[in-house]
């Protein structure tokens, strides 16, 4: 199910809903929450409760923080949730770039344009997710081959992957990757490292090797459960 979160003020905020409404009916099972409150709307935990794939979000208007709302999903570390800015004009687009929104549409916004970009939302998101691992870097999304991956690492704030082609560097938590993927495919072997089951070569209690010849650290407190999973993928029994 599609979750959608609207922050703007009443009257626009139900306009949407109508709208909405018209073009998922057909399309997928969808929820919807209003935010039409300003102080309500900044004491959300953004962190523990917010669980929604959009939040349309009004960001100039002087009786709603749009801009503020948009700062704190992004500074609570979700990555999930995807930002669409409504503004009437363009004077906030840095602000769009800098907190990596999937759209800015400006006002009077046709039902047309808003379509448009929940069909993008789904090309991006629900077209062969099985296969691919999405990240926004830049304001943009990238997808990526689950099957190009060799691992992944962290380095302070950032995420780095490690894959066939050019490795790839964009903003979150490890923790945060490891939800997104397959346990029995992705393997937390560290504390910085998330690697590709089916691209390791061998293992001792020092760490893995993996097919293109990279090693990769393993804690020894994991040490136990990456044997297993791997001796499981193998189909291995002792």
Avoid: W
């Avoid at 379509?115 to 077209?127: D, G, I, M, S, V």
Wanted: hydrophobic share 35%; glycine share 4%.
């Amino acid at each position: 199910m599609l979750k959608i979160a609207v922050f703007d003020r009443e009257q626009s905020a139900q306009k949407l809903e109508n709208v909405l409404v018209n073009i998922l009916f057909d399309k997928c099972e969808f929820g919807y929450e209003e935010y039409t409150d300003p102080k309500s709307a900044l004491s959300t935990d953004f962190k523990n409760n917010f669980d929604f794939d959009i939040a349309f979000v009004e960001i100039n208007s002087q009786k709603f923080p749009g801009i503020e709302i948009a700062r704190r999903i992004r500074e609570s570390g979700n990555i999930k949730t995807e930002i669409v800015f409504f503004s009437d004009d363009d004077s906030f687009a840095l602000f769009g770039y800098k907190l990596k929104v999937f759209d800015y549409l400006i006002k009077p916004v046709a039902i047309k344009t808003i379509a448009e970009t929940l069909n993008r939302y789904f090309c991006y998101f629900e077209k062969d997710t099985d296969n691919y691992f999405s990240y926004k870097i830049a304001g943009a999304v990238e997808k990526i081959p689950l099957d190009n991956i060799f691992y992944f690492t962290s380095s302070s704030r950032k995420c780095i992957i490690i894959n066939k082609r050019s490795d790839c560097e964009f903003y979150a938590k490890l923790d945060e990757v490891e939800s997104q993927l397959d346990d029995e495919k992705f393997i937390r072997v560290h504390q910085s490292y998330i690697v590709n089951i089916r691209y390791i070569k061998g293992l001792t209690k020092d760490g893995l090797t993996l097919t293109n010849g990279l090693f990769v650290p393993i804690s020894q407190r994991r040490y136990t459960e990456v044997k297993n999973k791997f001796m499981k993928y193998l189909d291995i029994t002792e």
